[in-house]
C-alpha cells in the first residue's frame, strides 16, 4: 500500500491549491481518509479528515476554506484549498486509516510522504 501526495507549490496570499493523494494497492476498504500538516519546530497538525460514511472534520483555522473529498472508486482523496494565507504554509501529508486489503491484511494507518505548500507573495 502506498500513499502519493501530489499538488503543493508556491502560491500567493489569497490563491488556491488543490492537493491529490493517489492510494494504491489492492484497496478493499478504507475507513478514514486525512489530510496532515506540518510546520518546521511544531508537531504535525489535522487539517481536515473525512470518514468512509461522510463524516468530516475541520481543523478550526481551515474550516470554511479548505475542502477535502475522497472518490472511493479511485481511491484517491483531495484538499481543495482557498483564500490561502501564510500560516498554511507547511508540509502537508496525506493519511488512511483502518484500510483492509482484498487479501484481507489490514493497516491500522498509512501516511503518504508530504508534498510542500508555500504561501507567499
Known amino acids: 500500500v502506498q500513499l502519493q501526495a501530489s499538488g503543493g507549490g508556491l502560491v500567493q496570499p489569497g490563491g488556491s491549491l488543490r492537493l491529490s493523494c493517489a492510494i494504491s494497492?489492492?484497496?478493499?476498504?478504507?475507513?478514514?481518509t486525512a489530510w496532515y500538516r506540518q510546520v518546521p519546530g511544531k508537531q504535525r497538525e489535522l487539517v481536515a479528515s473525512r470518514s468512509s460514511g461522510g463524516r468530516i472534520n475541520y481543523a478550526d483555522s481551515v474550516r470554511g476554506r479548505f475542502i477535502i473529498s475522497r472518490d472511493d472508486a479511485k481511491n484517491t482523496v483531495q484538499l481543495q484549498m482557498n483564500s490561502l494565507d501564510a500560516r498554511d504554509t507547511g508540509v502537508y501529508y496525506c493519511?488512511?486509516?483502518?484500510?483492509?486489503?482484498?487479501?484481507?491484511?489490514?493497516?491500522?494507518?498509512?501516511w503518504g510522504q508530504g508534498t510542500q505548500v508555500t504561501v507567499s507573495s
Open positions: 494497492g489492492s484497496i478493499l476498504s478504507i475507513d478514514v
Open positions: 493519511k488512511a486509516e483502518r484500510l483492509r486489503l482484498r487479501n484481507m491484511q489490514s493497516f491500522r494507518e498509512v
